[in-house]
């Protein structure tokens, strides 16, 4: 070719021509059989979350590094990466593209990974991570040189100081990167048929002769049922994705802005007063769910519920209170009686955690005769979690507001902000406070000795009377007893008074760097 | 047709049968009722069907995972 014939036209063709090979992906074959399963492909994921015409995809043009890697067989090195906007808001996004190798780990797609990582957590905007890969890349990663050459360049890889909320979908099978990632966020939601695990069930077979269906290694009812490292199911491709436009809509971009308001639902009436009534039994031995009082209370609609099949005993949410984001950690009769275990342990305190690093103020609605007791308990290290939650929500910086539906008994008081654990304590008239339920403590009191059944009954009626809520307004225990259909007029207003002005509403982030995992 | 297995999802005691065996239940009826921490709990159809078995009696002891009864929906 003459210098002559270099021209701009040829440099633009040449242009046009890497950027179709980049748009081709895994190619026409692979991409029709995603079609036909009913799966979006990496560029219709990001089409999907961001607002249209606001992507800018950035490393187009990259490929494998690796020495006698084939450039034409690994178009984008099988991430997309880039920036848009969800909402109007900025977001950086990485979407894995199994078609090119499996979205596989290499040089190149974690220097891509890297980069967004790193604007994102600099100009402070949330990160979404779409996890279908299938681990490091080989053999890329082989030996001494692969592995000193491939991983572990990165100190901060791995670091979550939370400066910007990060949200993941698992649509695929997740090893490696993808699942590390998953674990780190603050929501995560699966598509069922997906998996998530450290390694494959090839892998499982290989090393170790377990043969494992990938659903029971590691697929959605395990992860939201029994592991809780995702916080919602979905269907659909398009629905996860929706999960996530739905998440950040409560967060805000960064840690040093407070969430965005949305518009208030006006007047909420008398249908909210009266379910509030019918949900709660008049005897006290009855359960009812909890979900049901929290719908009542919040914002119409805005109750966003994370981890509902996991650690059932205690909900989490996010909802709105006038337009307002908050934090819902609540009690549930419905299951265990509301005695949270080792599960609801862990949930509450992921998501204090998540709710003070982006100033989210917190509601907690009480109503729980304690923690579960009892051996299995015990074997799942109970007394830690209960004391991790308890760190948790008194590092909090946030507005906490407890309000005692109920039941509040025990060392489950203070979790659920007994005392000066909130700032502010509102009971029902309803409300029983103490130690532990009459019943058992007369059991505890007249222990070993002789005790006739009126003289037991005698100190159970003592006991009872003593645990109402008139005990604890009056040595201003709670700051106000009022009617369960003012509860939300109230909380509106009591969040009102406690916004933090000195700070607009920021938080101290005393938990930043606390794990994501439990 | 697919048969549920309805775990108790607390331990405790069992202190009243509400459906017996061979009984249509409706989702989300109560099929029996345990009590734990003074608590009345409910164990309720997953969906309806009929109630295939009933593995436990009143005052039987259960404990968390136990299988209380199958629904064949």
Redesign the interface.
């Known amino acids: 070719m003459a210098a002559d014939d270099d021209t701009a036209e040829l440099r633009a063709r040449e242009l046009q021509d890497r950027e179709a090979r980049a748009r081709a992906m895994g190619g026409a074959a692979k991409l029709a059989r995603r079609r036909e399963a009913g799966l979006l492909n990496a560029e219709e994921r990001v089409e999907r979350l961001v607002d249209p015409g606001s992507f800018v995809e950035s490393g187009l043009l990259a490929v494998s590094s690796a020495p006698g890697a084939d450039r034409e067989s690994t178009p984008r090195d099988g991430k997309l990466t880039g920036f848009g906007r969800v909402d109007g808001r900025p977001v950086a996004v990485v979407s894995n593209d199994f078609t090119v190798k499996g979205a596989s780990s290499s040089q190149t797609n974690m220097k891509k990974i890297g980069h967004v990582k790193r604007v994102a957590t600099e100009r402070g905007f949330p990160i979404v991570f779409f996890g279908e890969s299938s681990g490091a890349r080989m053999p890329d990663n082989m030996g001494a040189r692969g592995m000193g050459t491939q991983l572990g360049n990165d100190p901060q890889q791995y670091v979550r100081e939370r400066e910007s909320p990060w949200a993941s979908a698992v649509l695929g099978q997740c090893y490696g990167s993808s699942a590390w990632y998953t674990c780190l966020s603050d929501f995560a939601v699966m598509r069922k048929g997906a998996t998530m695990a450290v390694a494959s069930p090839l892998l499982a077979s290989a090393a170790i002769g377990q043969t494992v269906e990938p659903e029971e290694l590691g697929g959605w009812k395990l992860h939201s049922e029994v592991t809780g490292l995702i916080d919602r199911v979905a269907e659909t491709d398009e629905e996860a994705i929706d999960l996530i436009r739905r998440f950040l809509s409560y967060l805000p971009a960064h840690r040093n802005e407070a969430p965005p308001r949305a518009e208030p639902p006006g007047v909420v009436g008398d249908e909210a007063a009266a379910a509030i009534r019918k949900t709660l039994p008049e005897?006290r031995?009855?359960?009812y769910d909890m979900r049901k009082m929290v719908e009542a209370i919040v914002d119409p609609g805005s109750f966003f519920e994370m981890k509902p099949a996991f650690g059932?005993a205690a909900v989490t949410g996010l909802a709105r209170m006038d337009g307002q984001t908050v934090g819902i950690v609540a009690n549930n009769?419905r299951?265990?009686?509301g005695?949270m275990d080792v599960p609801a342990c862990e949930k509450c305190t992921r998501f204090l955690v998540m709710c003070d690093s982006f100033n989210i103020p917190l509601l907690l609605f009480v109503d729980t005769?304690?923690f579960?007791i009892?051996v299995?308990g015990e074997r799942m290290k109970a007394p830690g979690k209960i004391m991790n939650f308890m760190t948790a929500l008194q590092m909090c910086t946030v507005p906490k507001l407890s309000v005692i539906m109920r039941k509040s008994y025990g060392q489950a008081y203070l979790n659920m902000g007994g005392g000066r654990n909130s700032d502010e304590v509102i009971a029902w008239p309803g409300a029983e406070i103490s130690f532990m339920?009459p019943?058992?403590a007369v059991e505890v009191v007249t222990w070993g000795r002789d005790v006739d059944e009126a003289e037991r009954e005698r100190l159970r009626a003592d006991m009872a009377r003593d645990s109402t809520v008139w005990g604890l307004a009056e040595i201003f225990a709670a700051q106000a007893v009022i009617a369960p259909e003012d509860t939300r007029a109230h909380l509106i207003r009591m969040l009102e008074v406690h916004q933090t002005g000195l700070t607009g509403g920021i938080g101290r982030h005393r938990m930043a760097g606390w794990p994501t995992t439990y | 047709m697919a048969d549920h297995e309805i775990a108790a999802d607390v331990t405790g005691t069992v202190w009243k049968i509400v459906r017996q065996a061979g009984e249509a239940v409706a989702e989300g009826e109560a099929i029996m009722i345990l009590e734990s921490m003074k608590m009345e709990i409910p164990i309720e159809a997953p969906a309806a069907g009929r109630l295939a078995e009933l593995r436990v009696a009143e005052g039987d002891p259960v404990a968390e995972g136990d299988i209380v009864c199958v629904v064949t929906a």
């Open positions: 005897s031995r009855q359960v059932r009769p299951h265990k009686a005695a005769p304690g579960v009892g299995e339920d019943a058992y």
